[in-house]
């Protein structure tokens, strides 16, 4: 139906892309991924050769419409009336149009072809994907702030929440602002409060795991951590066991939070998270919150998060997206629809080492968060050297230290080095007293594992190799973990996935990065610090990893700026962010903008934009048929019937869009016309100059006029941005900014060439 190929182009070998391995990055950094794995094969639920498919329709048809009775119509056009209301497993009323449904490939065929169906796709699972990091990007604790903060109500689409945490208390707050339609009743111990104003839980295929809790209450800690970065209140001394000590706090302490849970023990579901989109626009949420998403890029009308986001930009809600954390390889981004934002991570100046110290003496320098102290010498085995021949397993498996390849009786009360870095989950398993791991790539970030542990690098594990097979008798000891300042922040760790856009080349993706990596904030007490089960520290906060942490640092941010505009479009809070962003370093970041979007968000500047690039549903809508989705289905989408005419048929380069891009096949012509237009939220009268930013190798940038004057606000000009030459090098990045003297609007320019 939709002309959106996914593409298989790639850029032109630009700088040294490492190898991807995103199932491991998966495993290592990304604390609930690490489970989520385990379970990724299994798809989409079955049921007698029927899966679950979401069919989508659309807006909400106007006036009165029973949902129910629509969608099971449609089923019994498909199959006869008895089996059709047992075919229907949820049905989408609230803020938008449509259904999951169990259907064998037949069925969803027929249904495709049906009146009012704009998309089909399988119910499938998403992936998951803290206070010095606030301070870190010029946000400090005494920021000047507003009293409609308290009438901001953020929806976080997550694992739930601990709300008895300190980062929750409601001391101070008021009843929920009236606008406020959502509910939390009816879980056996779970109660909402005046901080957590809402809550409810999403499993449309009823198949909860041994460990889930049938409550909006979190068991994970991933929802309490990203929900406590975004608005959690002031918590002073927090600390996990003394590391990242300080004061906890949300970007907004004093706003409001909505709590859908989405995702479990095994995953999140599209279903789940559309339904959790439905309820959250029509409870009146301000700014939605999602750190999760797919592992392969969907068109836009066939992802759920994107859905979701669409129906929720429609509604003036603004929602932010994590980028996923497949890094480095290009095109790893997993949610990039222009109207959301997406969140790269970037460092902080925190980071850990733990060093190891073996019989000879010789002290090497690993990294890792090891909150146990091990004050003793202990025998040092190499896991080659103690396989689990009952378990069937040698030692070129066991030299890994692969779940169950260990000899518990050879490893038990010693520190088992392994080749190759891992979760230490075997080692811990066998009865280790600890693990040395061999990390091939560089040091950006340090995770905790459920025994002492340090992960070293691979001239040092070559070191530390020779000493085990030099000696008869090699010991080693692991120290706590020592936290340092990182002077190189901010940059973009690998983990965190890039750009370009999988589906439009020439939209920007990600739009701009936020802390990511070592943060503090609040965890579920029941939820092991290293995700693997045994491990038994307690923890009221902990430091963990991942475009998820992100994330709800640019919710913060965006419900900071909201609380000072409480008009202003979720494309205008966006364009805020985006354009006072702080620019990152090329140097540290080979891959650019596609690293780093616009660079690092900056809340106290971006309340002060100057200009915003806005955007409405229309924008959006011409974008998309300039992109090829049918007229039929926009229709549909928007339940407007004057899109796609020629008049509205939008190409992406005049999307009014905070950032430009431009791909190209032929490297020695190019010529891209932009057309732009920006809208004063500064002082009324007022002229800006533009200027390009560095010397754009091989192009010509031109912008007409280059002079703006305004005297009003609220007044809109326009200018056409256009970029002519060849490409000198594969990517070519350059800024425009429109200044004023007080005000810098800056704009990343991305040229880059595909084969
Ligand atoms: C209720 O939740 C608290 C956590 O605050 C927990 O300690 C307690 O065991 C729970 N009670 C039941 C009956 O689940
Ligand atoms: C380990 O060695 C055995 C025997 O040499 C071989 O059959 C097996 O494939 C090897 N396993 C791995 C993981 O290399
Ligand atoms: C020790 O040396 C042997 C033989 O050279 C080799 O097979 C083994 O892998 C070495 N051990 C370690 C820990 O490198
Ligand atoms: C880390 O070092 C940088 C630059 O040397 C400094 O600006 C920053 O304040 C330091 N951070 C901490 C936490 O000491
Ligand atoms: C809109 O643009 C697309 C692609 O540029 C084109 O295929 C389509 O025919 C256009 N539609 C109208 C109504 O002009
Ligand atoms: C772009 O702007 C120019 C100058 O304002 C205008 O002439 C042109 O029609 C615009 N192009 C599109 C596609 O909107």
Redesign the pocket.
């Known amino acids: 139906m939709y002309k959106c190929p996914i593409t298989t182009k790639r850029i032109a070998s630009p700088t040294t892309a490492r190898p991807k391995n995103p199932r491991l990055w998966f495993l290592l950094l990304s604390l609930i991924c690490s489970l989520l794995n385990t379970h990724r094969t299994a798809a989409a639920s079955e049921d007698d050769g029927r899966k679950e498919y979401i069919v989508y329709m659309g807006a909400k048809p106007a006036g009165d419409f029973s949902a129910s009775a629509t969608h099971t119509n449609m089923l019994q056009q498909v199959f006869g009336s008895s089996r059709a209301s047992a075919s229907l497993v949820h049905s989408y009323k609230r803020s938008f149009n449509g259904f999951v449904a169990k259907l064998t490939e037949e069925e969803m065929q027929q249904m495709k072809g049906m009146d009012g169906v704009v998309s089909i796709f399988p119910n499938e699972k998403k992936q998951l994907h803290t206070s010095r990091s606030w301070d870190f990007v010029g946000f400090p604790q005494q920021v000047k702030r507003t009293s409609f903060e308290s009438d901001i109500i953020i929806g976080m689409l997550d694992t739930g929440i601990w709300p008895e945490s300190d980062s929750f208390r409601d001391e101070g707050f008021g009843p929920p602002p009236r606008k406020w339609k959502g509910t939390c009743h009816g879980f056996s111990n779970f109660t909402c409060n005046n901080k957590i104003i809402g809550a409810k839980y999403y499993r449309s295929d009823g198949k909860f795991g041994r460990e889930d809790l049938r409550s909006p209450r979190d068991s994970l800690g991933h929802g309490t951590h990203t929900a406590s970065t975004a608005a959690g209140g002031l918590v002073s001394m927090a600390s996990l066991m003394g590391f990242g000590l300080g004061t906890a706090r949300g970007g907004v302490p004093s706003a409001r939070i909505a709590v859908y849970k989405i995702c479990w023990s095994d995953g999140c579901h599209g279903a789940d998270v559309l339904a959790a989109f439905d309820d959250a626009i029509a409870d009146g949420v301000d700014i939605i919150s999602i750190s999760a998403g797919s592992s392969t890029p969907s068109n836009y009308f066939e992802d759920p998060i994107a859905i979701g986001a669409f129906h929720a930009m429609k509604n003036g809600i603004l929602t932010s997206t994590s980028a996923g954390n497949e890094g480095p390889s290009f095109i790893s981004i997993t949610n990039f629809s222009p109207w959301s934002l997406s969140v790269a991570a970037s460092t902080i100046d925190r980071k850990f080492f733990t060093k190891v110290k073996l019989g000879d003496s010789k002290v090497y320098k690993g990294f890792s968060i090891n909150t146990f102290e091990l004050n003793d010498m202990y025998p040092l085995i190499?896991g080659?050297?103690a396989p689990n021949t009952r378990g069937g397993f040698r030692g070129n498996t066991s030299?890994f230290c692969k779940i169950n390849s260990l000899n518990p009786n050879l490893v038990k009360g010693k520190i088992v080095?392994c080749d190759g870095k891992g979760s230490g989950k075997a080692a811990f398993l066998a009865g280790a007293t600890g693990t040395l791991m061999v990390d091939k790539l560089p040091k950006g970030f340090s995770s905790s594992f459920p025994l002492p542990a340090s992960r070293i690098s691979v001239g040092d594990g070559r070191r530390i190799?020779?000493y085990?097979?030099s000696t008869s008798d090699p010991t080693a000891s692991i120290s706590k973990s020592t936290e340092v300042n990182d002077t190189l922040a901010p940059y973009v760790p690998p983990f965190s996935s890039r750009g370009p856009n999988p589906i439009t080349h020439d939209l920007l993706k990600p739009d701009l990065t936020s802390p990511g990596v070592h943060i503090l904030a609040a965890w579920s007490p029941i939820s092991p610090i290293s995700y693997v089960k045994g491990d038994n520290r307690v923890a009221q906060y902990n430091i963990v990893t991942g475009t998820s942490m992100a994330c709800p640092h640019a919710t913060g941010a965006a419900a900071y700026i909201k609380s000072f505009h409480p008009t202003w479009s979720p494309a205008a809070i966006k364009s805020a962010l985006m354009t006072t962003a702080t620019p990152m370093s090329a140097k540290k970041n080979p891959q650019v903008e596609f690293a780093y979007g616009a660079g690092n968000i900056d809340p106290i500047k971006a309340v002060h934009p100057g200009l915003v690039y806005d955007a409405n549903e229309i924008d959006f809508v011409n974008f998309l048929c300039g992109q090829g989705y049918g007229a039929k289905a926009l229709r549909q989408v928007t339940g407007d019937h004057s899109v796609c005419s020629k008049a509205t048929n939008g190409t992406v380069w005049n999307l009014n869009y905070p950032s430009f891009a431009l791909s190209t096949f032929n490297k020695e012509s190019i010529v891209g016309t932009f057309n732009r237009s920006v809208t004063n939220v500064g002082l009324a009268v007022s002229t800006y100059k533009a200027t390009i930013i560095g010397a754009p190798k091989g192009l010509k940038i031109k912008v007409k006029p280059n002079i703006l004057s305004f005297t009003s606000i609220g007044q809109k000009q326009s200018f056409v941005l256009k970029v002519e030459g060849r490409m000198v090098e594969d990517i070519v990045s350059t800024s425009l900014v429109w200044d004023n003297g007080v005000h810098q609007v800056r704009s990343p320019i991305v040229v880059y060439g595909v084969e």
């Open positions: 190499y080659g050297d030299r080095f190799a020779h085990i097979n």
